[in-house]
């Protein structure tokens, strides 16, 4: 079957670094999607990684390892509006979305 | 108005009523989608329409029916829910299915309460 694994919750402080992974195991690979969702707000799109390798926007990072079946986000100099829910989904031989249950990551002061 | 607009916000109804999830895109985009997005649980794709014609039907239970009069528009009608199809409802546009860099842009999603 085809599965999306990310960690249910992470805890950072304002300031820090945290990376938040993502592994999948699909039916062929069109690549990889992180959104950003705030509570009771629609998840927005932040990033897309086909090849491998790291692409940087601002603060967001996202990395990309097809042969490892891996992404992580890396968020920098984080501010508490970061906490969220960011969702990793990948899009199939079929570009069906497959998505994770999402990231809960909680910023404290 | 710009983005994805959905209606209503928040609804709370009965096993017996029937009422409907309205969504609108102002992107110009060809296909929308409604999904069910459950606490902790990934987010279920219910129902795809590229060009207006429904591409997608994910065994979704006859009770939630979709309608997509044109491109820009999306309802979906609900009766005789359960109270296990309590919910967030996303509809969501993109380019097209197929596109590989077309990010989906969602609506704030309508929280619905089946009692």
């Known amino acids: 079957g085809q599965n999306i694994d990310q960690p249910t919750e992470m805890t950072a402080t304002e300031g820090a670094i945290v990376q938040i992974n993502c592994t999948y195991q699909?039916?062929?690979?069109?690549?990889l999607f992180w959104y950003q969702q705030h509570a009771g707000e629609a998840p927005t799109f932040l990033s897309y990684?086909?090849l491998d390798g790291l692409e940087e926007k601002g603060r967001f990072s996202s990395f990309l390892s097809r042969s490892k079946g891996y992404s992580y986000l890396l968020l920098k100099e984080l501010q508490m509006k970061d906490s969220a829910s960011y969702l990793c989904?990948?899009?199939?031989?079929?570009?069906?979305?497959?998505w994770g249950a999402g990231t809960k990551l909680i910023i404290k002061p | 108005e710009t983005g994805v607009t959905q209606t209503p916000r928040h609804l709370v109804m009965g096993m017996t009523n029937k009422k409907s999830l309205k969504c609108e895109q102002h992107?110009?985009?060809?296909?929308m989608y409604w999904y069910k997005q459950s606490a902790k649980k990934p987010l279920e794709l219910m129902f795809v329409?590229?060009?207006?014609?429904?591409?997608e039907n994910n065994s979704v239970p006859s009770r939630f029916s979709p309608e997509c009069p044109n491109s820009s528009h999306l309802f979906l009608h609900l009766h005789t829910l359960q109270p296990e199809d309590s919910a967030l409802y996303l509809c969501?546009?993109?380019?097209?299915?197929?596109?590989?860099?077309?990010?989906?842009?969602f609506g704030n999603g309508t929280r619905l309460t089946v009692t």
């Open positions: 329409y590229n060009f207006k014609e429904q591409t």
């Open positions: 989904a990948v899009a199939d031989s079929n570009y069906q979305l497959i």
């Open positions: 992107l110009g985009h060809n296909a």
């Open positions: 699909t039916s062929g690979f069109n690549g």
């Open positions: 969501a546009s993109s380019q097209g299915p197929g596109s590989q860099a077309s990010p989906l842009h």
């Open positions: 990684n086909v």
